[in-house]
């Protein structure tokens, strides 16, 4: 609803004079007890109307100068360049999606601005719903194991992504959920995952049923790179466990692509604040993983 001014002020009636003495105490008593307290209780209202007004239009006035801002963002960036050195602040649009980003640390970077966190996207007011926020980047090198810490109720899911990852050699990943401060390692999870390769037009699965850990999508060969896609659904609920799914691309040197899909889950209720992910026999993992929040509808 648009803020208005609607109260109108009052005007006060017959006021008294000396003049007229035979009706100076009866316009005294009126303009006291009726007239007086009408105006002030309406100009009360005038001012509450008033102020609504103020901070619409403030509010407005920031909205068209960010929408300048995005505009002049807009018309001074070019096509982002792979590669390309940019300086703190200097705008690129996106090849993704063709948003205008800004640069929030000196970067030569071969990611899209979309998907990079050396980039912050130009927006008007807060992301809509349904809008994938950057939060952070776990960059893993010849690791056993690869934590992402940092689910809570700001975000209805939670979304990992990791392109070109490694294995040390061909293995399968693995997960554990962090509750109460800790990774739950005990037989608790949950999981089961399909298995399609390029190799073969037959369907394989695994399942895991009270196991110590459960299925991430992927397998992967040291020979090639694939890729990952981890999404975890109310991470911050209590009152069931929190699903986990995900699916991975696998390509080896041959051209062999695995195509895996997982979901999985451990049996505690709380509240589930980071993931961990490593390959099942302690085979090392390379790869970057960002952390993006799914903004609340």
């Not at 601005?113 to 008007?124: A, C, E, M, N, R």
Request: charged fraction near 15%; aromatic fraction near 8%; proline fraction near 4%.
């Amino acid at each position: 609803m648009v803020a208005q001014i609607t109260q109108e002020i009052p005007s006060l009636g017959a006021v008294p004079q000396t003049s007229d003495p035979d009706n100076f105490d009866t316009r005294s008593d009126t303009l006291l007890a009726d007239d007086l307290p009408a105006m002030v209780a309406a100009e009360n209202v005038f001012a509450t109307q008033a102020n609504a007004l103020a901070t619409e239009v403030n509010a407005n006035a920031l909205t068209a100068s960010s929408a300048a801002s995005v505009a002049m963002a807009a018309s001074d960036a070019e096509l982002w360049v792979s590669g390309q050195s940019y300086v703190l602040g200097e705008p690129a649009i996106s090849t993704v999606n063709f948003q205008a980003y800004r640069a929030n640390t000196a970067t030569s970077g071969t990611t899209d601005p979309s998907l990079s966190g050396d980039w912050t996207i130009v927006t008007v007011g807060a992301p809509p719903g349904g809008s994938k926020i950057y939060i952070s980047t776990v960059t893993a090198s010849a690791s056993s194991t690869v934590n992402i810490e940092g689910f809570d109720s700001t975000y209805e899911r939670y979304v990992i992504e990791c392109d070109d990852l490694l294995l040390a050699s061909f293995g399968e990943l693995r997960g554990q959920v962090k509750i109460s401060g800790s990774y739950v390692t005990t037989s608790t999870y949950y999981s089961h995952r399909s298995n399609l390769t390029s190799a073969s037009g037959l369907y394989s699965g695994n399942a895991i049923s009270a196991g110590a850990n459960m299925h991430i999508g992927g397998i992967y060969d040291p020979a090639g790179k694939g890729s990952l896609y981890v999404e975890i659904s109310s991470p911050s609920g209590s009152s069931s466990p929190k699903p986990v799914f995900s699916r991975g691309v696998g390509i080896t040197g041959s051209t062999v692509t695995y195509l895996n899909e997982a979901g999985g889950a451990n049996s505690g209720t709380g509240a589930v604040t980071a993931l961990r992910i490593f390959e099942n026999t302690g085979i090392t993992i390379t790869g970057t993983f960002k952390l993006y929040g799914i903004k609340n509808s």
